[in-house]
């Protein structure tokens, strides 16, 4: 089999994630390619090397640069903040590299379309990671919306609830600056509600927005108490019109206290609905309207015959967050064997930025915005 070496940029949050999913994926899935986890990088030597040995990374760099010029790496994996993705794809598609990115592809949409064109001039696959598409219970999902099962859609409800802001001690992390992360809760996880309503329902026609910052200052960081400015949202709440006809409701907050990371949505259709709540992402509720003892009811998504579960455990053996993780890189390896762009890729993550800039517009002109 032939073996293909993979860089890492980026070592923490999703740095962790990622590794584990390189880790595993072969070991539960028959793999077109054997993944080598070659190199892993970030700027703190002795915090790289550590994670270098800790998730199990033959080596570690703290020069992307060099890393992404190196001959024997196929793969650039992106696993850091997105005031970074732009150069470090782009440099990684000159080089001819497969990209990995994480989401949101970019800090604004002209960032997006640069990344995209590089991608597209250069011929190189391009894969964008909005990992919920991978979790079995939502491809399930879309298969229930496929086969016609809820009918035609009428309502997409997407809400994405955090509250690790609320308290106004919370330093400013990279997250709370513009610069770095482009926005707030509407880039980090309002994009995830963006995306799934773009792979559950359809594409997004027009939006009216509104953000919301409630604390516009804060501790510099864990160590330096001086204040400094929160530039970006905390809340973002929108209505959108598809251009199917259907409407929806995409909310994104990290100021919602007692939720921590509850990414949820309802769909409702001409014959019945579905809900899906990370909080418990092993089930999918499905409603079929049935005459008078109809109901929700709630399907386990753990059987060998829904997508992904072949490769885990027995039914009712339940799975978690990660895994969506080691899916999301099993379809970059099963497309680049097909020689198939896999999804979402950049043109999703250019679409995606669309739909949150005309929301940024939306929440400034107080009026709807075309995307
Ligand atoms: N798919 C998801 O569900 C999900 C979840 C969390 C974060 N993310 C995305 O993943 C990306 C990273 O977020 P995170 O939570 O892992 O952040 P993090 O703060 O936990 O880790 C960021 C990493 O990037 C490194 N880094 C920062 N600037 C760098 C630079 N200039 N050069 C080299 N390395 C640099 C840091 O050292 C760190 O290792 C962001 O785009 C974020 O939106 C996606």
Same mark, same amino acid.
């Given at each position: 089999?032939?073996?293909?070496?993979?860089?890492?940029?980026?070592?923490?949050?999703?740095?962790?994630?990622?590794?584990?999913?390189?880790?595993?994926?072969?070991?539960?899935?028959?793999?077109?390619?054997?993944?080598?986890?070659?190199?892993?990088?970030?700027?703190?030597?002795?915090?790289?090397?550590?994670?270098?040995?800790?998730?199990?990374?033959?080596?570690?760099?703290?020069?992307?640069?060099?890393?992404?010029?190196?001959?024997?790496?196929?793969?650039?994996?992106?696993?850091?903040?997105?005031?970074?993705?732009?150069?470090?794809?782009?440099?990684?598609?000159?080089?001819? =590299?497969?990209?990995? *990115?994480?989401?949101?592809?970019?800090?604004?949409?002209?960032?997006?379309?640069?990344?995209?064109?590089?991608?597209?001039?250069?011929?190189?696959?391009?894969?964008? *990671?909005?990992?919920?598409?991978?979790?079995?219970?939502?491809?399930?999902?879309?298969?229930?919306?496929?086969?016609?099962?809820?009918?035609?859609?009428?309502?997409?409800?997407?809400?994405?609830?955090?509250?690790?802001?609320?308290?106004? !001690?919370?330093?400013?992390?990279?997250?709370?600056?513009?610069? =770095?992360?482009?926005?707030?809760?509407?880039?980090?996880?309002?994009?995830?509600?963006?995306?799934?309503?773009?792979?559950?329902?359809? !594409?997004?026609?027009?939006?009216?927005?509104?953000?919301?910052?409630?604390?516009?200052?804060?501790?510099?960081?864990?160590?330096?108490?001086?204040?400094?400015?929160?530039?970006?949202?905390?809340?973002?709440?929108?209505?959108?019109?598809?251009?199917?006809?259907?409407?929806?409701?995409?909310?994104?907050?990290?100021?919602?206290?007692?939720?921590?990371?509850?990414?949820?949505?309802?769909?409702?259709?001409?014959?019945?609905?579905?809900?899906?709540?990370?909080?418990?992402?092993? !089930?999918?509720?499905?409603?079929?309207?049935?005459?008078?003892?109809?109901?929700?009811?709630?399907?386990?998504?753990?059987?060998? =015959?829904?997508?992904?579960?072949?490769?885990?455990?027995?039914?009712?053996?339940?799975?978690?967050? !990660?895994?969506?993780?080691?899916?999301?890189?099993?379809?970059?390896?099963?497309?680049?064997?097909?020689?198939?762009?896999?999804?979402?890729?950049?043109?999703?993550?250019?679409?995606?930025?669309?739909?949150?800039?005309?929301?940024?517009?939306?929440?400034?002109?107080?009026?709807?915005?075309?995307?």
């Amino acid at each position: 089999m032939k073996k293909l070496n993979i860089a890492m940029i980026g070592y923490k949050f999703m740095g962790k994630a990622h590794s584990n999913a390189w880790r595993q994926v072969g070991r539960f899935f028959n793999l077109p390619y054997e993944p080598v986890m070659k190199v892993i990088c970030g700027r703190d030597e002795a915090a790289v090397k550590e994670a270098s040995r800790r998730f199990g990374w033959e080596q570690y760099s703290t020069d992307w640069q060099e890393v992404v010029a190196r001959k024997d790496i196929d793969v650039i994996d992106i696993c850091t903040p997105g005031d970074t993705h732009l150069p470090i794809a782009v440099a990684a598609a000159s080089e001819k =590299k497969v990209v990995l *990115c994480e989401k949101p592809l970019a800090n604004s949409l002209a960032e997006a379309e640069t990344m995209l064109r590089a991608v597209q001039k250069n011929g190189v696959t391009h894969m964008l *990671c909005h990992n919920y598409r991978r979790v079995p219970a939502i491809a399930l999902a879309r298969q229930v919306i496929d086969d016609g099962t809820i009918g035609q859609i009428h309502h997409y409800r997407g809400t994405y609830l955090q509250d690790w802001l609320v308290d106004p !001690e919370f330093p400013r992390v990279w997250r709370l600056e513009k610069a =770095k992360a482009g926005s707030g809760a509407l880039g980090d996880i309002a994009s995830h509600s963006v995306d799934l309503a773009r792979y559950l329902v359809g !594409e997004i026609a027009e939006v009216t927005a509104l953000l919301k910052t409630f604390i516009t200052e804060r501790p510099k960081s864990f160590e330096d108490h001086d204040p400094a400015a929160v530039d970006v949202d905390d809340a973002a709440l929108s209505l959108v019109r598809f251009t199917n006809g259907a409407i929806g409701s995409i909310e994104g907050s990290r100021f919602a206290t007692g939720r921590k990371n509850y990414n949820r949505f309802e769909i409702n259709g001409s014959r019945g609905s579905i809900v899906f709540n990370l909080e418990r992402l092993n !089930e999918l509720e499905l409603y079929v309207e049935q005459g008078p003892n109809s109901g929700f009811r709630t399907i386990m998504a753990t059987d060998s =015959k829904h997508p992904y579960m072949s490769g885990w455990w027995p039914p009712g053996h339940i799975i978690g967050y !990660e895994h969506t993780f080691t899916h999301t890189v099993l379809e970059l390896l099963r497309a680049m064997a097909a020689l198939e762009l896999p999804e979402p890729n950049f043109f999703d993550g250019v679409q995606n930025q669309r739909v949150l800039d005309a929301m940024e517009k939306s929440s400034s002109s107080q009026s709807w915005e075309r995307v």
